[in-house]
């Protein structure tokens, strides 16, 4: 049974940064990309980022190109978001989705297995 957790989430002030993690467990295979998404309250469910199975292509929602990274530790069956320059409009609850195989997808539908969620409040 795979599951995804999160943690890092927080309040900040706008400009900061804060690191999101997200550990998985129950894969059989190493090859399983990964993604984030975030919801704001009263909002759809979006795209953040997301990242391959080695880590060797990531891709970017335009509204956090260049302050967001998304990397992996495939040790520790990890991934992270390192966010910065952090804006009040960033302030939502992000969620971690995993999908097995080797290519990667960037919309909801395209991963089977999400975390339950970590919140993250950017003040002005």
């Known amino acids: 049974q795979v599951q995804l957790v999160e943690s890092g989430g927080g309040l900040v002030q706008a400009g900061g940064s804060l690191r999101l993690s997200c550990a998985a467990s129950?894969?059989?295979?190493?090859?399983?990309?990964m993604a984030w998404f975030r919801q704001a309250p009263g909002k759809e469910r979006e795209f953040v980022a997301v990242?391959?199975?080695?880590?060797?292509?990531?891709a970017y929602a335009d509204s956090v190109e260049g302050r967001f990274t998304i990397s992996r530790d495939n040790a520790k069956s990890t991934v992270f978001l390192q966010m910065s320059s952090l804006k009040p409009e960033d302030t939502a609850a992000y969620y971690c989705?995993?999908?097995?195989?080797?290519?990667?997808?960037?919309?909801?539908?395209?991963?089977?297995?999400w975390g339950q969620g970590t919140q993250v409040a950017v003040s002005s």
């Open positions: 990242i391959n199975w080695s880590g060797s292509r990531t």
């Open positions: 129950g894969f059989t295979s190493g090859y399983y990309g």
């Open positions: 989705a995993a999908r097995g195989g080797m290519t990667v997808g960037y919309s909801r539908a395209d991963y089977y297995y």
